[in-house]
């Protein structure tokens, strides 16, 4: 069964991945969309403080959101999020690492302005292969609640 | 020549766009990241509270990121970013929807930690072509010091 906003109880954790992130995804993301010479050479790469071709923190982020993606979110009643309360790149991500993690349910709300709208925060912990953490963010997203599934049902 | 730290003076604006997104992009981006209905269907688009078919908030977000490298990053002495302090997703980005906007310098400061390096503090705004703001968010970005330049020049 999808999940509503119901299932999102305080304290439930997600796991994320794992993903492993190659040298040419790590410059095919950059090329588009962020190519600073760290993320689009590996020769670069080593010469700057991250120590290697490193991927784009929008990158890390958008890699983290597809892990969340099939941890839950395309099996559930989501209704997107109105943003990101905080986002931490702590390491570089570099080629050949593998992230894992999980998301957890820290607080849950109903939406007064929508109706039938429930509005669920996570905190999201992302780690390498070292269980070194490279990002860690906080964010709400919005899901359906049961209610309003069984009317329409 | 390249920008340096010292050149990111307080109040200083960066011009950011123009950048149409298409829902070929839009599709594309969401199946790789973000498959969730609204952002790779157009019907599930506009059965959702986003009303159309809409670029995952990453995606956005990545959109963003790729038109502050051309507006000033990739011209610089950049060194990354430890993160972002915030990111509001607040209209829904459309298929066909033209995004501009401006990055401003709103502090900075020499990093104890790493000698020769300053970090730059973004207010961040993107507006769709109505001139509603559709993205909004801070972040600091490290940047290297002109003195430094100039020794190992």
Redesign the interface.
């Known amino acids: 069964m999808k999940l509503s906003y119901e299932d999102f109880e305080l304290g439930r954790r997600f796991t994320l991945g794992p993903r492993t992130v190659t040298a040419a995804e790590i410059i095919e993301f950059a090329r588009?969309?962020?190519?600073?010479p760290?993320h689009v050479d590996e020769a670069a790469g080593r010469a700057?403080?991250?120590g290697g071709l490193?991927a784009?923190?929008?990158h890390t982020?958008?890699?983290f959101?597809?892990m969340m993606?099939d941890s839950f979110?395309?099996d559930s009643f989501?209704?997107?999020?109105?943003?990101?309360?905080?986002?931490?790149?702590?390491k570089?991500v570099l080629a050949s690492d593998t992230l894992s993690g999980h998301s957890t349910v820290v607080e849950t709300r109903a939406l007064r302005s929508?109706p039938g709208?429930g509005m669920v925060k996570f905190r999201h912990e992302v780690e390498n292969q070292k269980n070194e953490l490279v990002c860690v963010s906080e964010n709400s997203i919005?899901f359906v609640m049961r209610e309003v599934l069984e009317k329409t049902a």
Chains 1, 2 share one sequence.
């Open positions: 588009e969309f962020d190519p600073q760290m700057s403080i991250l490193a784009s923190g929008w982020s958008a890699l959101m597809r993606a979110l395309v989501s209704q997107g999020a109105p943003g990101v309360d905080f986002m931490e790149w702590r570089p929508k709208i919005m």
